[in-house]
């Protein structure tokens, strides 16, 4: 390197104001109170005006599929390279998300437990069946004419998408918000919240309203993103505490009523706000051990005694479709003719309802799941990050699905459940499954397994829930990781249960899934700052180190170089 080039440490210090004393003592009232009063707006238009605001949400969905699937589309694809190129890149894949020499706080399996049930795992019990079975009924192929819908030679398809929304893309969204913020936060000693991960494109104005808008917006996608799972969790508990003989709970459709929503809700966040309190070391930490002990148990049951052969065909020739097809199926866009019953307006209105739904489910979710992950990574390298949250769980989700919904898609083409399994709603699919399975050999076994299934969706959701009411009070308290108000935390966790109600009386899951796709963009862009961001921050880092200038924050004394390269400070 020329010597006349010289390169300055980077940003270690952003300045977030806090309030000193009071009710809002620790935390940044320029946050906490623009987000609680956009949730709370929220909660009551939709409890208050629910024909209005579900009509004005699904009025904005249609502007969002129609205008916005392709940037959704390519900017997950985008978020997929950027990983897998920081885990190949050697400069960058040795990196510690930390000091050097730190080693991590948890082990590597309570390490992968809290990081798959806080990520995926409610979804796992819902959609694990549902999907394959839907995708099997219409997918792209059986539009095209290819496959034909609900037989034998579409299983392949079927997985091939059902592994498109659930791997490599999901688990990218989370790893480059959960890279961003280990890398500020423990390497260059920025407080863990969404702003820090903007620095080196904004630096020090992150401190003012640009950082407040950053950090209001994250809070927001993220209470949003956690209602859409707890949406579909509170469904499939209450069919569950239906199918364990508790009456009352549904309607004659089989819908969830108004008392099942709230016994359901109340009994979620009221859990959830007890973990809460009890903080990640603890109450997060066991129950995270508990669901994944059980997950092994309920998809040992199906590899076991479900549709074995089936489901190891469908593992590995779905994953061979998917991955032969990923960058095609990643990149490509749907174009609709506006002609309504086309096969171009089917394909373009299919990838609204799947792909870009998901999309915009794994991003909102992001900076829940995101800074859940940098908080229990501390430690780890750049390349064991990637290769434990963004390949790791997305094959275990490949197995669910291989073995759960295959077993129900063999059951309902070569086992004669005629329609048992199909013809159930989404969240009572693994229960009717289960049931055609162990009912006909004793009935107290089909019973038992049903409460097993209560059981682990109640640890996931309550997993899931506890750990968004710490995330967001963390980026409210400008990333203070240390124990919160009792307020605070109650406040959170019934605004999460009150979203989700809200939403569900203006419109049902339909109405939250609309929310979440809105609430997700803002935060889409938030995102693709961030990737750029990193990459940006790492490249300068390997100057420094070659130039032999400290790039964490325990080496920098906190002295400014006279010299410094333009825009190289805060990079």
């Known amino acids: 390197m020329p010597s006349s080039e010289k390169i300055s440490p980077p940003l270690t210090e952003l300045e977030i104001n806090t309030t000193d004393g009071g009710f809002y003592n620790g935390f940044s009232v320029a946050v906490a ?73 948890f082990t590597r399996f309570s390490w992968f437990s809290m990081m798959f049930g806080a990520g995926i795992g409610v979804g796992m019990l819902t959609w694990a069946v549902a999907e394959p079975v839907s995708h099997l009924q219409s997918n792209p192929e059986t539009i095209m004419g290819i496959t034909a819908a609900g037989q034998a030679d579409n299983v392949a398809m079927a997985y091939k998408w059902s592994f498109l929304h659930w791997g490599f893309s999901a688990w990218a969204c989370y790893a480059i918000c959960g890279l961003s913020l280990a890398y500020f936060s423990y390497r260059r ?53 239906t ?47 508990l669901n994944m002990v059980l997950s092994f148990i309920l998809l040992g049951f199906f590899i076991a005694f479900g549709a074995t052969w089936f489901g190891f065909n469908a593992l590995f020739v779905g994953l061979w479709h998917y991955v032969t097809s990923l ?73 669910w699905f291989a073995w759960a919904g295959g077993t129900a898609i063999d059951l309902e083409l070569n086992g004669g459940a005629n329609g048992v399994i199909f013809d159930a709603a989404n969240g009572d699919m693994i229960f009717a499954m289960t049931e055609f399975m162990l009912a006909p050999i004793a009935g107290w076994l089909a019973w038992g397994m049903a409460l097993l299934i209560v059981v682990l969706l109640l640890t996931f ?3 899931s829930a506890d750990s968004a009411v710490l995330i967001v009070n963390t980026i409210n308290a400008a990333g203070d990781e240390g124990p919160k108000s009792r307020p605070h935390v109650v406040f959170w966790g019934v605004a999460l249960a009150m979203v989700v109600a809200g939403l569900l009386i203006s419109g049902g899951t339909t109405a939250i899934q609309t929310a979440m ?7 889409s862009l938030v995102m693709a700052l961030m990737a750029v961001a990193l990459l940006k921050a790492i490249y300068n880092d390997t100057r420094r180190e070659r130039a032999g200038v400290p790039s964490t924050h325990d080496k920098i004394d906190g002295a400014t170089p006279n010299n410094l390269t333009p825009g190289l400070g805060a990079s």
């Open 461 to 463: 959701l309550v997993t």
């Open 327 to 399: 960058p095609q199926m990643s990149l490509n866009v749907f174009r609709s003719d506006g002609v309504e019953g086309s096969e171009a307006f089917l394909l373009a209105q299919w990838q609204g309802w799947w792909p870009v739904f998901y999309w915009a489910w794994w991003i909102a979710f992001a900076p829940f799941v995101g800074l859940f992950l940098a908080r229990i990574s501390r430690g780890r390298t750049i390349r064991e990050f990637v290769l434990g949250a963004l390949i790791v769980p997305a094959l275990m989700c490949f197995v």
């Open 189 to 241: 000693g920025l407080p863990l919240t969404i702003r820090s991960g903007l620095t080196p494109l904004f630096g020090q104005r992150l401190s003012g309203p640009l950082g407040h808008v950053v950090d209001v917006v994250a809070v927001v996608a993220t209470i949003l993103g956690v209602a859409q799972t707890l949406g579909f969790g509170v469904d499939q508990l209450v069919a569950g505490l």
């Open 517 to 523: 796709v809105i609430g997700a963009l803002p935060f």
């Open 33 to 105: 109170v623009p987000a609680k009063i956009i949730i709370s707006v929220i909660v009551v238009w939709a409890i208050f005006w629910p024909l209005q605001s579900g009509e004005i949400l699904t009025g904005l969905n249609g502007i969002i599929l129609q205008y916005f699937a392709a940037w959704y589309t390519w900017i997950v694809a985008f978020f997929i390279l950027v990983c897998f190129s920081l885990a190949v890149w050697p400069a960058a894949a040795r990196l510690n998300l930390g000091i050097d020499g730190e080693k991590p706080e």
């Open 243 to 289: 199918r364990i003989g508790i009456a009352g709970l549904v309607d004659a459709e089989g819908a969830a009523t108004m008392t099942g929503i709230i016994i359901a809700l109340a009994v979620i966040m009221g859990l959830s706000t007890l973990s809460a309190l009890s903080g990640v070391g603890r109450g997060i930490k066991w129950l995270s051990n």
